[in-house]
């Protein structure tokens, strides 16, 4: 889509976009790894489930939100959605906790740390650290709400 500028130039909003989007991509290449941009780009598990065995919202110190749904069925988790209002690497480790849950026991979500999560992620940025806390913390609340629930 072409446009006048004010000097009667043409210019082109889709070009301008391109670039600006390659721009954004190749300086959020030089602080995330390749695996934290391919979760928050294409994220695993975003939603929320119809019926959730258990669910927990819970919103971190940067005041990011993240919400967690889980069905459990026969003590395994057999699915796990989340949302997040949050920055890209919120979304990547929302979309990383979800997948290193599906199939596991209560027991062994428990064990699931921020450590696993930036483990799976090669990394984040030391401001960003929290984000993985962040989604374990939600985890974990999802599944004390579950198990509240006396099952």
Same mark, same amino acid.
């Given at each position: 889509m072409e446009k006048m500028n004010k000097k009667n130039e043409t210019f082109d909003f889709d070009e301008l976009t391109k670039k600006i989007e390659e721009e954004i991509l190749k300086e959020?290449? *030089?602080? @995330? +790894? =390749?695996k934290t #941009? *391919? =979760? $928050? @780009?294409?994220?695993?598990?975003?939603? =929320?489930? *119809? +019926?959730?065995?258990? $669910? $927990?919202? %819970?919103t971190g110190p940067c005041g990011d939100t993240l919400q967690i749904h889980i069905k459990v069925e026969e003590n395994k988790i057999i699915d796990c959605k989340f949302i997040t209002d949050g920055c890209g690497a919120s979304m990547a480790c929302g979309s990383v906790v979800t997948e290193l849950v599906k199939g596991k026991t209560i027991e062994e979500a428990l064990t699931v740390g921020h450590k696993d999560v930036l483990s799976v992620l090669s990394g984040l940025p030391e401001e960003n650290i929290h984000c993985s %806390? #962040? $989604?374990v913390d939600t985890l974990r609340a999802a599944l004390e709400d579950y198990t509240s629930k006396g099952r």
């Open positions: 959020a290449r *030089e602080i @995330y +790894t =390749e #941009l *391919e =979760e $928050a @780009y294409n994220p695993q598990n975003v939603g =929320e489930l *119809e +019926t959730p065995s258990g $669910a $927990a919202r %819970v %806390v #962040l $989604a």
